[in-house]
C-alpha cells in the first residue's frame, strides 16, 4: 500500500463544505468520485480540515492509502478529467505511511477577502464580502497585531456542542490587514484554528474599522473567554484557506 | 422626457450575450426588468454593442428615454435592488437628447484574458481562456503591432450573412499584451469592431505564440482579406468588453 498525498484548489460557491452530507454537495464527495473513477477504488480518504459552505481554497491537502501504481505527478491530471470545472487537482505526491492530512498538520494560512467599494462587483460575488463602507485598514491592522501569539481564543470560536472541553488555546505566528485597491484581504496564519476563528476574528477587525471598538480593545477580548465579547462572524465567501503546513 | 446614461458591469457566464432572445436569459432582458420595476415603465433601451454569449462587461453602456424624475445619481443602487448579482449598474447620467448607447460610440476597448498556467484553476473557469503551453507573450506583442492603424479587418471578421456589404475598413488604436504572473492579458482598442474581430486576432496571435506563423506574417494575413487566413476564433469565455468611449 502507499500513502498519497493529493493538493486540490476549490471555488467553495456551490458546495456544502468539504465534509460529505446528506442531501448537499461536498468537495470531499466530487474528490471520492474523481478517485474512483481513476483508480477503481474507493479508499477511505483524510481531509486537511472541514471547511464550512460557500469557503474557498487555494489550497487544500487529501491523503489516502492505496495499492494503485499510477505515478504520482500523473496522478493530477488524470484526477482533472473526472473532477468538476470548480475543482482542480494540483499536486500529488507519495508521503510517509504515518502521514496523515490532518494529523500531520503543523498549520495553515487562511485569507479572507472584502471588497471595499462602494457598489457591489458583479466578479466578485460569492468570493469577497462587499462591505461598502470606507474602511480603515490601518486600524484594522493595529488591532489585529493583538491576536499574534498563543492565546485562548474562546473569544473567537462558535462552540462545537460535541466538543466543548476541547483546548481553546491556538499560535497566531502572522497576521496582517492589506489594502489593494478596493480589496482589503485579512491574512492569518495559525497553528490551529478553533470553529469560526478567522471568521470571528474578521468581524470583530471590522468592528475596529467602523470605530465602534478600538484596537486597544481587543486584549480584552480576548482575555474575557466569552463568544459575546467578540464582533459578529464574517460571512463565509470571502474566506480562503491560502496555505496548509506540514 | 430625459435621455439618461447607464453603465453596468456584468458576469456574462450564463448568459446569451447582450440581446433578447427567445428561449435564453439575456442581460437586455434581466436589465429591463430590473428598470421596469425602478422606474414602472419599459422604454425602448439602447445598448453600445452586441455581445456573445459568454462574454463578460467590465463597462457596458445603456440608454434610454423616460419622463421618470428619479435623480440619476440614486439609479444605480435602485436599480442594484431588482439587478441579479452576475450584473450590476455602477453609474447613471443624464445625457443630451439625441445620445444614442450604440450610435455615439466614438470607440471601445476590449481585453482577452488567458490562464497560461498547466494546471486549470477553478477560480477562472468561465472568466478566462486556459492556455497550458508555455506562451511566448513577446513573440505575441511584437505580432499585434502590425494592427496597429486603418485596416480592412476581412480576414478578422465572422461573415455575417444579414451584412455582407458592409465597410470592413476599422482603425486600431492600441494593442498590447502583457504577462502577470500565469495571466497573459491582449488589450485592444479600436473605433469600432466587426463580428468576432477580437477572437480571431487572439486566436491569430496565439498561432504566433505556438510558433504556427511569424509576427511578420500578420501584414499578409490582413491584406489577404480572407477569413482562412487567420487563426482561430478563440473562445468567448476570455472576453471582456472594458471601456466604452464617447
Not at 41 to 69: L, Q, W
Not at 198 to 216: D, E, M, N
Request: hydrophobic share 35%; glycine share 6%.
Amino acid at each position: 500500500m502507499r500513502n498519497i498525498l493529493v493538493t486540490i484548489m476549490y471555488d467553495g460557491k456551490r458546495y456544502h463544505g468539504w465534509q460529505v452530507q446528506e442531501n448537499a454537495d461536498s468537495v470531499q464527495e466530487q474528490f471520492q468520485k474523481a478517485l474512483s473513477e481513476v483508480i477503481g477504488e474507493r479508499p477511505d480518504i483524510k481531509g486537511c480540515s472541514r471547511t464550512d459552505a460557500g469557503v474557498h481554497a487555494n489550497m487544500y491537502c487529501i491523503s489516502f492509502h492505496t495499492g494503485h501504481s499510477i505515478p504520482a505527478d500523473r496522478l493530477p491530471l488524470a484526477l482533472n478529467r473526472f473532477l468538476p470545472a470548480d475543482i482542480a487537482a494540483i499536486d500529488a505526491r507519495d508521503v510517509d505511511d504515518d502521514f496523515h492530512a490532518r494529523y500531520s498538520c503543523l498549520g495553515k494560512e487562511y485569507i479572507y477577502k472584502i471588497n471595499n467599494a462602494r457598489m457591489r462587483n458583479p466578479f466578485l460575488e460569492g468570493y469577497a464580502l462587499h462591505y461598502w463602507q470606507k474602511i480603515d485598514e490601518s486600524a484594522m491592522n493595529e488591532a489585529a497585531k493583538h491576536f499574534l501569539g498563543r492565546h485562548d481564543f474562546t473569544s473567537f470560536c462558535t462552540i462545537d456542542p460535541h466538543r466543548k472541553k476541547g483546548d481553546f488555546h491556538r499560535t497566531v505566528k502572522n497576521i496582517s490587514v492589506k489594502r489593494d485597491g478596493d480589496i482589503v484581504t485579512v491574512t492569518i496564519e495559525a497553528d490551529g484554528f478553533l470553529y469560526n476563528m478567522v471568521r470571528i476574528i474578521v468581524g470583530t477587525l471590522l468592528y475596529t474599522a467602523q470605530g465602534k471598538i478600538s484596537p486597544s480593545d481587543i486584549p480584552a477580548i480576548i482575555d474575557a473567554l466569552d463568544r459575546s465579547k467578540a464582533g459578529p462572524t464574517a460571512p463565509p465567501e470571502g474566506l480562503y484557506l491560502n496555505r496548509v503546513f506540514y
